[in-house]
């Protein structure tokens, strides 16, 4: 059987990562979205859903 996934079973240095990561991607999401009004192409698009969809699954703790 697989066992299940335990978030405090981590190692220190990916705990470390996951929290650096927390704090570092709504603020490149808001500067994604700004830059994506101004010059939208697809890149960017597609680059600030997959920064929305990290926000939310860091929010909702699904990662």
Do not use: E, Y
């Not at 927390?22 to 890149?43: A, K, N, S, W």
């Not at 680059?47 to 969809?53: A, K, R, S």
């Amino acid at each position: 059987m697989r066992k299940k996934f335990n978030i405090h079973s981590l190692q220190p240095w990916l705990k470390q990562i996951k929290l650096v990561g927390i704090q570092v991607i709504l603020p490149l999401t808001i500067f994604q979205g700004i830059r994506t009004l101004f010059f939208p192409t697809t890149f960017d698009v597609l680059l600030l859903g997959i920064l929305i969809f990290l926000a939310c699954a860091f929010h909702l703790d699904w990662i």
